[in-house]
């Protein structure tokens, strides 16, 4: 295949990204890997105690594993609607962090899932959930739409990659191991960018595209309706779903803000990650935290000015400062006013700070993933009465913490291995200037 | 080249350590990360009647921050009667849900029994032990005349004295309907000064699968007395409701036919426009080979 010029140059560049692992990197690997160990341990003993180990009881029978896993599909948002839109909308700036959106994509999905298994009490009856499903069960649409959507990114994020395989396979640029060389050979499919292959790859890339931005809507409403379709408080709510879609793309950008500046900084990315980049995806955040925003206060208001009982009972719980006030504040304030300020400021729209407030956001946002799920199971319409306090009241225990911290570390693992085994910029798509 | 070689010897030696990491913790036990945890034992006196009481010792041990039910432990049971000294009257194994029972015979020479559930621990459970007492006493329930609404029944309580067995006013008694998962209380009430109590019955319970009414009258962790339980069968007069319910699967009558549509014309159109990209992906690899032949032909 004939490989253009500046793909060359811009493989040179990229080539000691791919070709070796820094001393530093295999400290952040190992870092990892003990992270991953830690929570190979809590997974040891939630199987041999059972979920007693945990915090989950009778009652508050979700915690942390539902909110992590929200959490994950949410910033899943990153590559299939950002680079769903900018593809369709032939946005030229797009191009040189995409493939981060997509690996996020990817990586998250697949991360995300997991959390619901950790969660299931009788994972000997998974299975359960193909052989009888029940199509009137959101948790039946769940798992066929996370199924569906995954397929998906990982169509989308290897369309884009296959010009780049060919690239990395012909060249004698790039110098890395046999194995990884013979890799590139298999998944390049032969790509010789013919006419007929470019018209291939875009005609798919065009259709799935069009295909991923709904799906991706479809995929995070269905798992709001698993809170929307159940009658509590806090739950109930007909906005669940686009407020869900919202929140998604909101975290989604955050991750995507805080890659794009890891690996601007770690890569030297300067020429191609612009601040330019960062100004446009701060205005994507700033419009998205309004809209998260608007939904966040009619969430709340409608359900205050209601005063119904039970509902009532969990806004109570919200605003206590004894009870989760601090962390209701937190999630609003980080989460949707810390960032308008610093998109709108024109002095701190900087990749620094955008990285640092998206950071803020992304935790604040994974606290109110929290705040959704707990105070509501604390809040049932029976009485809990003659009950112990710890079956009232959720508390994290050491073993969710670990396997939380044990996903994360899998999330961040999968993504510095993927970015050992392709260039974080897309090198087929991006013309290096002379 | 040697630079090739210290980066090889580093990878080893990582790679090493994290081997002997994850050894270091494969050999952690629970047993070393937990010390001996704390049991509590519970005892239950049930009077059955006829002078047969049924001993019933709850068994847990503190994991974590719950307390949880522990199985196959032996706890031995101690009965002392007025001023006799205490004399064992049998084991029992815990079972899954760390209940062990026995049943005892008193002999009705004694005002009081005292009875002790001990669990004497082992090297991972501490001991711990529970006592109860009881003066005999007998609970009966008989059909009384039905109204239009209820069904009646006639409760008694007599409990034992120097004098035999009297009545006893004031005591609470429950009444329950046994149904599939858990006995349904219907009624409560308190004994008149002839150890007497009219209870009331719904006359509108459908019966059992049997077709009858499991009618049980309990009086629950006295002071004087502990639990006394008694039951009668009783025929319904409203017949279980049978629900004629279809299987429950997708191809039956009662699929929701328009969510399966939905899905299926959904579905299909995603998984079919995959199929679609896949075929472009064989397409790609077929286009080469096509173009390799071509320059070979030619």
């Known amino acids: 295949?004939?490989?253009?010029?500046?793909?060359?140059?811009?493989?040179?560049?990229?080539?000691?990204?791919?070709?070796?692992?820094?001393?530093?990197?295999?400290?952040?690997?190992?870092?990892?890997?003990?992270?991953?160990?830690?929570?190979?341990?809590?997974?040891?003993?939630?199987?041999?105690?059972?979920?007693?180990?945990?915090?989950?009881?009778?009652?508050?029978?979700?915690?942390?594993?539902?909110?992590?896993?929200?959490?994950?599909?949410?910033?899943?948002?990153?590559?299939?609607?950002?680079?769903?839109?900018?593809?369709?909308?032939?946005?030229?700036?797009?191009?040189?962090?995409?493939?981060?959106?997509?690996?996020?994509?990817?990586?998250?999905?697949?991360?995300?899932?997991?959390?619901?298994?950790?969660?299931?009490?009788?994972?000997?009856?998974?299975?359960?959930?193909?052989?009888?499903?029940?199509?009137?069960?959101?948790?039946?649409?769940?798992?066929?739409?996370?199924?569906?959507?995954?397929?998906?990114?990982?169509?989308?994020?290897?369309?884009?990659?296959?010009?780049?395989?060919?690239?990395?396979?012909?060249?004698?640029?790039?110098?890395?191991?046999?194995?990884?060389?013979?890799?590139?050979?298999?998944?390049?499919?032969?790509?010789?960018?013919?006419?007929?292959?470019?018209?291939?790859?875009?005609?798919?890339?065009?259709?799935?595209?069009?295909?991923?931005?709904?799906?991706?809507?479809?995929?995070?409403?269905?798992?709001?309706?698993?809170?929307?379709?159940?009658?509590?408080?806090?739950?109930?709510?007909?906005?669940?779903?686009?407020?869900?879609?919202?929140?998604?793309?909101?975290?989604?950008?955050?991750?995507?803000?805080?890659?794009?500046?890891?690996?601007?900084r770690i890569y030297n990315l300067q020429e191609y990650i612009t601040e330019k980049h960062f100004t446009y995806v701060g205005y994507m955040l700033l419009a998205l935290a309004a809209g998260y925003g608007y939904f966040t206060f009619s969430e709340y208001l409608t359900s205050w000015y209601g005063s119904e009982h039970w509902e009532s009972q969990v806004l109570d719980k919200l605003f206590s400062f004894s009870e989760y006030g601090a962390a209701f504040l937190f999630a609003n304030v980080a989460g949707i006013i810390l960032p308008i300020i610093v998109v709108a400021v024109r002095r701190l729209r900087k990749p620094g700070y955008l990285a640092l407030v998206s950071a803020i956001m992304v935790l604040a946002l994974w606290v109110k993933r929290y705040l959704i799920i707990v105070p509501t199971l604390e809040s049932p319409l029976i009485p809990m009465q003659e009950t112990r306090p710890e079956y009232v009241d959720y508390a994290i225990t050491w073993v969710e913490w670990s396997l939380t911290l044990g996903g994360l570390a899998t999330f961040l693992l999968l993504f510095t291995l993927a970015s050992k085994f392709v260039t974080v910029v897309p090198v087929s798509e991006i013309l290096k200037k002379p | 080249?040697?630079?090739?070689?210290?980066?090889?010897?580093?990878?080893?030696?990582?790679?090493?350590?994290?081997?002997?990491?994850?050894?270091?913790?494969?050999?952690?036990?629970?047993?070393?990360?937990?010390?001996?945890?704390?049991?509590?034992?519970?005892?239950?006196?049930?009077?059955?009647?006829?002078?047969?009481?049924?001993?019933?010792?709850?068994?847990?041990?503190?994991?974590?921050?719950?307390?949880?039910?522990?199985?196959?432990?032996?706890?031995?049971?101690f009965v002392a009667r007025d001023s006799i000294e205490e004399v064992r009257i049998g084991s029992a194994e815990t079972d899954e849900r760390g209940f062990a029972s026995i049943r005892y015979m008193m002999d009705g020479t004694s005002l009081t029994y005292a009875f002790r559930a001990s669990f004497a621990g082992n090297d991972t459970i501490s001991d711990d032990d529970a006592t109860t007492s009881v003066v005999p006493a007998v609970l009966t329930i008989e059909q009384a005349e039905d109204d239009s609404l209820n069904h009646q029944f006639n409760v008694l309580i007599q409990g034992w004295t120097a004098d035999g067995y009297v009545p006893v006013e004031d005591v609470p008694v429950e009444v329950f309907v046994r149904r599939m998962l858990s006995d349904l209380k219907v009624f409560t009430g308190t004994t008149d000064a002839d150890g007497r109590l009219l209870a009331q019955v719904p006359g509108d319970l459908p019966g059992d699968a049997n077709e009858t009414l499991d009618i049980v009258a309990r009086v629950t962790e006295h002071d004087t007395y502990g639990s006394l339980s008694a039951s009668i069968l009783k025929t319904p007069r409203t017949q279980p409701i049978h629900h004629d319910r279809p299987e429950r699967a997708l191809w039956t009558d009662a699929a929701p036919l328009w969510m399966l549509i939905t899905f299926f014309v959904l579905m299909g159109t995603v998984w079919g426009h995959y199929l679609y990209i896949l075929l472009q992906l064989v397409g790609i690899k077929s286009d080469t080979r096509k173009l390799q032949q071509q320059s070979v032909n030619e």
């Open chain 1, 1 to 264: 295949m004939r490989i253009a010029e500046s793909s060359i140059a811009l493989l040179r560049e990229f080539a000691p990204q791919l070709e070796r692992t820094s001393l530093a990197a295999r400290i952040w690997i190992a870092f990892l890997v003990l992270l991953i160990l830690f929570g190979g341990v809590g997974l040891y003993f939630q199987v041999k105690y059972g979920h007693a180990v945990t915090g989950m009881r009778d009652h508050v029978v979700w915690g942390i594993y539902i909110a992590n896993f929200i959490f994950f599909i949410g910033i899943s948002y990153a590559g299939a609607v950002i680079s769903g839109i900018l593809h369709l909308l032939k946005v030229e700036w797009r191009k040189p962090f995409i493939r981060l959106a997509e690996l996020i994509t990817v990586i998250a999905t697949i991360v995300g899932p997991v959390f619901i298994l950790l969660c299931v009490g009788r994972l000997d009856r998974l299975h359960h959930l193909i052989i009888y499903p029940r199509l009137q069960s959101p948790i039946t649409w769940d798992v066929l739409a996370i199924s569906t959507y995954l397929v998906g990114s990982i169509l989308l994020l290897y369309l884009a990659l296959i010009r780049d395989f060919a690239i990395y396979r012909d060249t004698d640029v790039l110098k890395v191991a046999k194995w990884k060389r013979k890799l590139y050979r298999i998944l390049a499919l032969g790509y010789q960018d013919l006419p007929r292959q470019r018209l291939r790859i875009k005609t798919s890339i065009d259709l799935l595209a069009v295909m991923i931005i709904p799906l991706a809507i479809v995929v995070h409403s269905v798992l709001s309706w698993i809170f929307g379709m159940t009658l509590r408080p806090g739950w109930h709510s007909t906005i669940f779903g686009p407020y869900f879609v919202m929140a998604a793309i909101y975290s989604g950008t955050g991750v995507l803000i805080i890659a794009m500046w890891i690996f601007r």
């Open chain 2, 1 to 77: 080249m040697r630079s090739k070689q210290i980066s090889h010897r580093r990878t080893v030696r990582w790679m090493r350590n994290v081997l002997l990491l994850i050894a270091t913790m494969a050999a952690i036990s629970p047993d070393t990360l937990h010390a001996q945890h704390r049991s509590r034992v519970s005892l239950e006196c049930l009077q059955l009647g006829n002078q047969e009481v049924e001993l019933t010792a709850l068994v847990r041990a503190r994991i974590g921050r719950s307390y949880v039910p522990m199985a196959g432990l032996k706890v031995d049971y």
